[in-house]
């Protein structure tokens, strides 16, 4: 155990010894220069002037040497090169805002822009790669010219000559840093921004998204200005920095916003006083570009406070409930305000610097952000699930309950129906064959002994018949109201032609048309006592039945040629047979005409097929 624990140690501290004599050489290759010589000049100027030249020591911001000079400053440096055929590389790590490169003479690198609209070479270092002509055996001269703003912290920073691949190393370093990390930055912001956009669009009800979306897509385009190396679309270096500015502060409303809303909380008067300056902040930059851009710094220091004082409630807010998102929230918007607070002083020059550090760590921050509201997303899902399981046994249980309940009602009706069949069909054995019964055992009581034969038949055929009519009529739920015409016809043409009647009978469009039980045996029983009258009492001699279907009803007529009825037997309060067809047609939906006279009696029904 000992043996492998130093054997770790040596490999270590080998380890450390190769890094420190690597780190050695490279700085023995390189050479760092961090005075030069400076100068300032006109926008127009070619050549730097003669006179006026100061040492100054780099990192240099001039604002601070001349705080009113907008224009141009020359920094001429000097180096000592042993052999101009050597390969050699150049690399200048801070030039705000733009400008051109001179090597002995020669230009080496210009930007497109030297005047307004000035290009923006601050956010990237620049990397030459030096070989004879250019280079001189001995002293060799670097000449530098600087266009920029005062209010922009214009520039130059410190240069490195040496080994091509120790200077490449600490470009793509240095780059790395200032510019590829904030892409980075930029297409992350970009990315969900978008993807919570659209989230919050299928879900408008859950604001947290739409917020958060905004947010990041308003510092995207603030981020815009540490990857942009012009001013477009914008006219001037002002309108840029002015717009930049809105950004910043409509990116800390919306941030402030959101910590609200996924706190979970509403503040009317503050929200709606942080939505008016932000609407100022972006008029300003709108219609006063020109002001506003020089005077940015207190926008953006009220949208650091909107980030600052959200932040702050946040923190307070996860302390209280200690909720998992909150925390994990929380933890993610510690380390940038941390950082942030170094920005703000490289920003306002408090410390000397070429690199804003809140994009190193705003990449953690976007994930865990990212991966919060992606959190909160999921539980959403989650208890959406729940509750659907949730409701589909409740459903389950409802259907189970409902369905027993509905087969417990079918069972009741069920009963109700056979008892209201049963009454229905005592009623009508009691008025149809009830009736033929005690007609028929009175007409045998009072008729003679020698009764012929023939007689006792035809009564007992009689009551038949009326029995047959309420079987047939009660024999099943539904039938061809034709096959339950078929019997009762057959029986009264008998009637009839025993009686010198002649009968005849039209059906029209009958084809298909079924009554139930009670509506069928209702229409027999009514048709059974009209015929029966006409048999017994009109002293006709032709008479005619016509049943059709007129769309979706039925229409009856019976027209006999007898001798009419009275009128105490037409009326309502006339005889118990007369009362009971229309009780009958009563029940069949319809009502019941009668016309009477001496040469005749005219009976109509219409009911409609569906009760």
Same mark, same amino acid.
């Given at each position: 155990?000992?043996?492998?624990?130093?054997?770790?140690?040596?490999?270590?501290?080998?380890?450390?010894?190769?890094?420190?004599?690597?780190?050695?050489?490279?700085?023995?290759?390189?050479?760092?220069?961090?005075?030069?010589?400076?100068?300032?000049?006109?926008?127009?100027?070619?050549?730097?002037?003669?006179?006026?030249?100061?040492?100054?020591?780099?990192?240099?911001?001039?604002?601070?040497?001349?705080?009113?000079?907008?224009?141009?400053?020359?920094?001429?440096?000097?180096?000592?090169?042993?052999?101009?055929?050597?390969?050699?590389?150049?690399?200048?790590?801070?030039?705000?805002?733009?400008?051109?490169?001179?090597?002995?003479?020669?230009?080496?690198?210009?930007?497109?822009?030297?005047?307004?609209?000035?290009?923006?070479?601050?956010?990237?270092?620049?990397?030459?790669?030096?070989?004879?002509?250019?280079?001189?055996?001995?002293?060799?001269?670097?000449?530098?010219?600087?266009?920029?703003?005062?209010?922009?912290?214009?520039?130059?920073?410190?240069?490195?000559?040496?080994?091509?691949?120790?200077?490449?190393?600490?470009?793509?370093?240095?780059?790395?840093?200032?510019?590829?990390?904030?892409?980075?930055?930029?297409?992350?912001?970009?990315?969900?921004?978008?993807?919570?956009?659209?989230?919050?669009?299928?879900?408008?009800?859950?604001?947290?998204?739409?917020?958060?979306?905004?947010?990041?897509?308003?510092?995207?385009?603030?981020?815009?200005?540490?990857?942009?190396?012009?001013?477009?679309?914008?006219?001037?270096?002002?309108?840029?920095?002015?717009?930049?500015?809105?950004?910043?502060?409509?990116?800390?409303?919306?941030?402030?916003?959101?910590?609200?809303?996924?706190?979970?909380?509403?503040?009317?008067?503050?929200?709606?006083?942080?939505?008016? &300056? #932000? =609407?100022? /902040?972006?008029?300003?930059? +709108?219609?006063?570009?020109?002001? @506003?851009?020089?005077? $940015? !710094?207190?926008?953006?220091?009220?949208?650091?406070?909107?980030?600052?004082?959200?932040?702050?409630?946040?923190?307070?807010?996860?302390?209280?409930?200690?909720?998992?998102?909150?925390?994990?929230?929380?933890?993610?918007?510690?380390?940038?305000?941390?950082?942030?607070?170094?920005?703000?002083?490289?920003?306002?020059?408090?410390?000397?610097?070429?690199?804003?550090?809140?994009?190193?760590?705003?990449? &953690? #921050? =976007?994930? /865990?952000?990212?991966?919060? +509201?992606?959190?909160?997303?999921? @539980?959403?899902?989650? $208890? !959406?699930?729940?509750?659907?399981?949730?409701?589909?046994?409740?459903?389950?249980?409802?259907?189970?309950?409902?369905?027993?309940?509905?087969?417990?009602?079918?069972?009741?009706?069920?009963?109700?129906?056979?008892?209201?069949?049963?009454?229905?069909?005592?009623?009508?054995?009691?008025?149809?064959?009830?009736?033929?019964?005690?007609?028929?055992?009175?007409?045998?009581?009072?008729?003679?002994?020698?009764?012929?034969?023939?007689?006792?038949?035809?009564? +007992?055929?009689?009551?038949?018949?009326?029995?047959?009519?309420?079987?047939?009529?009660?024999?099943?739920?539904?039938?061809?109201?034709?096959?339950?015409?078929?019997?009762?016809?057959?029986?009264?043409?008998?009637?009839?032609?025993?009686?010198?009647?002649?009968?005849?009978?039209?059906?029209?469009?009958?084809?298909?048309?079924?009554?139930?039980?009670?509506?069928?045996?209702?229409?027999?029983?009514?048709?059974?006592?009209?015929?029966?009258?006409?048999?017994?009492?009109?002293?006709?001699?032709?008479?005619?039945?016509? +049943?059709?279907?007129?769309?979706?009803?039925?229409?009856?007529?019976?027209?006999?040629?007898?001798?009419?009825?009275?009128?105490?037997?037409?009326?309502?309060?006339?005889?118990?047979?007369?009362?009971?067809?229309?009780?009958?047609?009563?029940?069949?939906?319809?009502?019941?005409?009668?016309?009477?006279?001496?040469?005749?009696?005219?009976?109509?029904?219409?009911?409609?097929?569906?009760?």
């Amino acid at each position: 155990m000992r043996r492998g624990a130093c054997a770790s140690f040596l490999m270590l501290c080998a380890l450390w010894l190769a890094m420190a004599c690597a780190q050695a050489h490279a700085s023995a290759s390189v050479l760092t220069i961090d005075r030069a010589e400076a100068v300032r000049s006109d926008w127009n100027a070619t050549e730097p002037p003669a006179t006026g030249w100061t040492s100054v020591k780099l990192m240099d911001y001039w604002d601070a040497r001349w705080p009113d000079h907008d224009g141009v400053v020359w920094y001429r440096l000097h180096w000592r090169q042993d052999d101009s055929n050597a390969p050699t590389a150049l690399l200048i790590d801070y030039l705000c805002m733009t400008g051109a490169v001179y090597v002995n003479g020669s230009l080496i690198g210009r930007d497109p822009s030297l005047v307004e609209p000035l290009s923006r070479t601050w956010n990237s270092p620049q990397y030459y790669l030096l070989s004879a002509p250019v280079l001189r055996q001995g002293e060799n001269t670097l000449l530098v010219r600087v266009s920029g703003l005062k209010a922009y912290q214009p520039g130059f920073g410190t240069v490195s000559v040496g080994d091509p691949s120790v200077v490449h190393a600490q470009y793509r370093n240095d780059r790395f840093r200032r510019y590829d990390i904030k892409l980075i930055n930029l297409a992350m912001s970009v990315v969900l921004g978008g993807m919570f956009l659209l989230i919050w669009l299928l879900r408008r009800q859950e604001s947290v998204y739409g917020w958060f979306a905004l947010s990041e897509l308003a510092g995207s385009l603030y981020g815009v200005n540490f990857i942009a190396t012009g001013t477009w679309p914008f006219p001037s270096t002002d309108a840029w920095q002015a717009f930049i500015a809105a950004m910043y502060m409509a990116a800390g409303a919306s941030y402030a916003m959101f910590l609200l809303r996924y706190g979970e909380r509403r503040y009317p008067r503050v929200e709606r006083a942080m939505g008016a &300056l #932000t =609407l100022l /902040g972006l008029m300003a930059a +709108l219609l006063a570009p020109g002001w @506003m851009g020089p005077h $940015r !710094t207190p926008w953006i220091l009220l949208g650091g406070a909107f980030f600052y004082l959200a932040i702050g409630w946040f923190l307070v807010r996860a302390w209280s409930v200690r909720r998992i998102d909150y925390v994990v929230m929380a933890a993610c918007v510690i380390a940038p305000v941390l950082v942030s607070f170094y920005d703000f002083a490289l920003y306002f020059g408090w410390v000397r610097g070429d690199t804003y550090l809140l994009s190193l760590t705003s990449v &953690l #921050t =976007l994930i /865990g952000v990212g991966f919060v +509201l992606a959190y909160r997303f999921v @539980m959403a899902m989650r $208890r !959406t699930e729940g509750f659907n399981a949730e409701l589909q046994r409740e459903v389950a249980a409802a259907t189970s309950d409902l369905a027993e309940t509905l087969s417990r009602q079918h069972a009741t009706e069920l009963a109700h129906s056979r008892a209201g069949e049963r009454l229905q069909l005592v009623r009508d054995l009691h008025d149809g064959f009830g009736g033929t019964l005690v007609g028929a055992i009175t007409q045998l009581e009072q008729a003679p002994e020698d009764m012929p034969k023939a007689k006792v038949v035809d009564v +007992l055929k009689e009551m038949r018949d009326d029995l047959r009519l309420v079987v047939d009529s009660t024999a099943r739920d539904h039938s061809d109201l034709t096959a339950q015409l078929a019997p009762l016809r057959h029986r009264f043409g008998r009637l009839m032609e025993m009686a010198d009647i002649d009968s005849r009978w039209q059906f029209d469009g009958l084809d298909g048309v079924e009554l139930d039980t009670a509506r069928s045996l209702d229409l027999l029983r009514l048709l059974q006592e009209a015929l029966t009258n006409v048999f017994k009492h009109s002293s006709a001699r032709r008479v005619e039945v016509r +049943l059709a279907r007129v769309e979706e009803h039925l229409r009856l007529r019976i027209d006999d040629d007898g001798q009419g009825m009275t009128t105490q037997a037409s009326s309502s309060a006339g005889g118990a047979g007369l009362a009971s067809m229309r009780l009958r047609a009563s029940r069949l939906g319809g009502q019941l005409r009668i016309d009477s006279d001496a040469t005749g009696t005219a009976l109509q029904l219409e009911f409609p097929l569906v009760s």
